[in-house]
């Protein structure tokens, strides 16, 4: 079992209560935008703290995006949770998620949804969030090393597509493996500021709805190129 895993599991009861009452405190006082019940029990339920490195565990329940390493983070439990919000999850749907990072969001989305499949192209993150979701039991996620641009053909169609790096555009492969009645949220655009962009397909026709401004770590190939 890695180091990783061990400190996931290992936290008092002391403070597993002290971490409950912030859980509650950040849904209470940060998600009072989010309206849907079955996201704000997500949020309610998911340990975030079991997913961010030891030293960032007193942050955990914070207004903040986090450092997991490799030059990257864990997003804003807001964003998370209006991310998550606007998908609109039914316990059928089959979900992509493309930047597995800590994963943070594929546990969240895996209580609200039938299964997850997670793409993340770093392969120590990978591995470690794949790790950290066996030992806390999530056994309707499946995680992939590889470029996320390329999405999961062999699993696609998809119920719903969520994006947690930003490509310069909205990739032809994600828009392929969606499904007809199908929601991807994704954000687009070069550094500094993205816009969060909700995309439906209906009746064959793709639309574009922007949702809200934010700030994520591009959307890069197996050779560090952005897309």
Known sequence: ???????????????????????ERMVREQLRDISSK??????????????VPASQRA???EDTPLPIGEGQTISQ??????????????????????????????????????HVYTIEIVASLGKR????????????ISVRIGDGYKGWPEE?????????????HIPKPLQE???????MIIPVGDSGIQELVLVTRRNGRLTNQERLPVRFVPMRNENGKRY
């Open 177 to 183: 493996q969606l499904k007809e009645g199908g929601r």
């Open 156 to 168: 696609a169609p998809f119920d719903a597509i969520i994006v947690t790096c930003s490509p310069s």
């Open 129 to 140: 969030a794949d790790s950290v979701l066996r030992v806390l039991g999530y056994p309707n």
């Open 38 to 51: 079955p996201v704000l029990n997500a949020m309610r339920t998911v340990e975030r703290h079991r997913f």
């Open 59 to 61: 942050l955990a329940y």
């Open 77 to 114: 439990p807001y964003v998370v949770a209006f991310m998550t919000e606007v998908l609109d999850l039914k316990p059928t749907d089959r979900v992509l998620e493309i930047g597995t990072g800590s994963g943070y969001q594929a546990a969240i989305l895996s209580g609200l949804c039938a």
């Open 1 to 23: 079992m890695t180091v990783w895993c061990l400190w996931a599991l290992t936290v008092s009861a002391a403070a597993a209560q002290d971490f409950g009452k912030l859980r």
